[in-house]
C-alpha cells in the first residue's frame, strides 16, 4: 500500500470551475512535490516544497496555485484551467531535499483530471 | 547537460520470458544517482531501486536484477521469468550529487512493457 494518499481520484472540471487536489503523507518526510503527466510521458515536475516552504516552482500558469499547510499536507489549487491542463497529477514525497545526496521520492496514485 | 535515454519505447514478450530494460544516461558528474520505477495502468509511480555513482554492485530482488555500468553508462534492468502482473511503463531517472533545492530527477522516456499470458 503506498503510504502517499491523493484524492480526489478523478476530477472533471469545466474551464470556470474552482478545485483542488489534496496529498496526504504520513512518512515523516520533508519535501513534498506536484508534478504533471501527460499520456505515454514521463512526469513534469511543477512544484517542490521543502520544510512547508515553496522551493521550486516550474514557471506553471498561476492558474495552478500549490499549498503546504503542514508536513503532512500538500494541496494544488485550480482555477480557469485549460482542456490542455487535462493530465494525470502525481504527489511525491521525499525525506528532504538539502541533503547532498538525491533522496527517494516516493509517489501517490495520482488524480487522473479532465478540464471540459 | 544530463540525458536519460531508453531506447526500447514498447517491448511484449510472452509470459516466462526474460526481458532486458536498457536505460543509458549522460552527465558530467562523478556524484549523481539512478533510479528506475515502475508504473502500472492504475498510475502510480512504484520506486523499484536506488543507486549512487560509486556503488557498481549489481542488484538482485526475486525475479529484478539491475546492472549498472559505468564503463558504458548503463543501468539495465532484467526482469526474469516475466509475469502478467509485470506489465507496465518502466521509467529511468537520474539525478545529480549535488546539494541544494535545484536538484532534480531527469527521466527517460520510459519503455512500455507487455507480458502476454
Known amino acids: 500500500d503506498t503510504e502517499v494518499t491523493q484524492t480526489p481520484k478523478h476530477l472533471v472540471m469545466g474551464m470556470t470551475n474552482k478545485k483542488s487536489l489534496k496529498c496526504e503523507q504520513h512518512?515523516?518526510?520533508?519535501?513534498m512535490y506536484w508534478y504533471k503527466q501527460k499520456a505515454k510521458k514521463p512526469p513534469e515536475l511543477m512544484f517542490v516544497?521543502?520544510?512547508?516552504?515553496?522551493?521550486i516552482n516550474e514557471s506553471v500558469p498561476s492558474r495552478f496555485s500549490p499549498e503546504c499547510p503542514n508536513s503532512s499536507l500538500l494541496n494544488l489549487h485550480l482555477h480557469a484551467l485549460q482542456p490542455e491542463d487535462s493530465a494525470l497529477y502525481l504527489c511525491?514525497?521525499?525525506?528532504?531535499?538539502?541533503?547532498?545526496?538525491?533522496?527517494?521520492?516516493?509517489f501517490g496514485p495520482g488524480t487522473r483530471l479532465l478540464v471540459l | 547537460a544530463q540525458k536519460v535515454t531508453q531506447a526500447q519505447t514498447e517491448i511484449s514478450v510472452v509470459e516466462k520470458e526474460d526481458v532486458t530494460l536498457d536505460c543509458v544516461y549522460e552527465?558530467?558528474?562523478?556524484?549523481?544517482?539512478l533510479f528506475w520505477y515502475k508504473q502500472p495502468p492504475s498510475g502510480e509511480l512504484v520506486f523499484l531501486i536506488r543507486?549512487?555513482?560509486?556503488d557498481e554492485q549489481n542488484e538482485i530482488s526475486g525475479r529484478y536484477s539491475w546492472n549498472f555500468q559505468k564503463s558504458t553508462s548503463s543501468f539495465n534492468f532484467t526482469i526474469t521469468a516475466s509475469q502478467v502482473v509485470d506489465s507496465a511503463v518502466y521509467f529511468c531517472?537520474?539525478?545529480?550529487?549535488?546539494?541544494?533545492?535545484?536538484?532534480?530527477?531527469?527521466w527517460g522516456l520510459g519503455t512500455s512493457l507487455a507480458v502476454n499470458p
Open positions: 511525491a514525497s521525499s525525506q528532504n531535499i538539502d541533503r547532498g545526496y538525491q533522496e527517494t521520492q516516493y
Open positions: 512518512m515523516g518526510h520533508r519535501a
Open positions: 516544497y521543502s520544510y512547508e516552504k515553496l522551493s
Open positions: 552527465t558530467r558528474d562523478t556524484t549523481y544517482y
Open positions: 543507486r549512487n555513482s560509486f
Open positions: 531517472a537520474l539525478s545529480e550529487g549535488k546539494a541544494g533545492n535545484n536538484r532534480k530527477l531527469i
